[in-house]
């Protein structure tokens, strides 16, 4: 397109997801002599959501909290776990299927009374 010497056009697309994902698209431009054809990906992240866990157990002994990781997007998932604090244990990785929830296994062993 050639609008007054520019050579940008504005073209405003408006997109709505329902989930979290990976979305593609194919736009088409068809002119008397030109087509264009311009690939379009959209990344949509879910809302970030603080989550406080309290773990309550007796001194000494552990306690395991499962926690839901649920997949509603387009593509698997690999998670890497960055643990933070002392006493808490966890896989390094946990891979989630489309789809699907998996559990990711939050262990907190006290090693004294805190």
């Avoid at 989930?19 to 690939?39: F, M, N, T």
């Amino acid at each position: 397109l050639f609008l007054g010497g520019s050579d940008t056009v504005e073209f405003p697309i408006k997109f709505t997801p329902k989930y979290a994902g990976c979305y593609h698209c194919q736009i088409l431009l068809k002119s008397s002599c030109d087509i264009r054809v311009y690939e379009i990906e959209c990344v949509v992240n879910a809302d970030q959501a603080d989550a406080q866990l309290e773990f309550l157990t007796p001194a000494y002994q552990t306690v395991t909290q499962e926690i839901p990781i649920s997949n509603m997007s387009s593509q698997d998932w690999r998670f890497e776990a960055v643990l933070e604090g002392q006493c808490f244990y966890g896989p390094p990785t946990i891979n989630v299927r489309v789809g699907e929830t998996a559990q990711y296994p939050l262990t907190f062993k006290p090693v004294a009374e805190c």
